[in-house]
């Protein structure tokens, strides 16, 4: 959102594979540590996100220049009206419990034993499970049942409890942006969106 909103000039420097898998076998304080060094400002944005680190270090590396100088606002290209949807937190999280178990009963596991097969004709299976790909949620949640690490009712409730953790990280990012309007209901969305086309 912010890259479209604020026209955000992102570097064109293509995927290294074998840079990225170097760089996933270290612990993201490692990998912090080491963009600390490189790039500063980058790395007090990102925290301790392994793929936004990896990411980061990986155009530092093969550019020899700092991530943030390359990842520039440009001039705004839109005239846009951000809109937030407030639920109640409890109501979120009610919703957030049910997409869990949804996610499950459309396919999930079955998904991500589909991945994994097609994968390990390419890698062993140990190295699958470091893919950044797959730490993503739901995909490490049940990475962790298919490794036997803990059984499906503990897999669903890490799932749902991830996603609301994350819920929560979201809600604080959007907060900050002081450009985003707040409604509860359709009506309150439509009047901005009414007020917005004829200002």
């Avoid at 594979?17 to 963009?35: H, M, N, P």
């Avoid at 270090?57 to 290209?77: Q, Y």
């Avoid at 890698?123 to 803990?150: A, C, H, N, T």
Wanted: with cysteine; net charge positive.
């Amino acid at each position: 959102i912010q890259t479209i909103v604020e026209n955000f000039q992102i570097p064109k420097i293509e995927p290294d594979e074998k840079l990225r898998a170097k760089l996933t076998k270290q612990s993201k304080k490692k990998l912090f540590a080491q963009l600390k060094k490189l790039d500063l400002e980058s790395a007090e944005k990102i925290g301790l996100n392994q793929r936004k680190l990896i990411r980061a270090l990986e155009v530092c590396l093969k550019t020899d220049k700092k991530f943030s100088e390359l990842t520039k606002k440009g001039k705004s290209l839109f005239d846009v009206l951000q809109i937030g949807i407030k639920h109640p937190r409890k109501e979120l999280y009610r919703r957030i419990n049910l997409r869990a178990q949804k996610m499950l009963d459309e396919g999930l596991i079955e998904e991500v034993e589909s991945i994994v097969s097609k994968l390990k004709k390419k890698m062993p299976v140990r190295k699958i499970w470091q893919l950044p790909s797959m730490s993503g949620i739901g995909y490490k949640q049940i990475g962790m049942y298919l490794r036997k690490e803990v059984d499906l009712d503990e897999a669903v409730r890490l799932l749902a409890r991830d996603t609301r953790h994350y819920a929560k990280r979201q809600i604080a990012w959007f907060k900050r942006d002081r450009r985003i309007k707040w409604v509860k209901t359709k009506k309150e969305a439509e009047r901005l969106v009414k007020n917005h086309l004829s200002g």
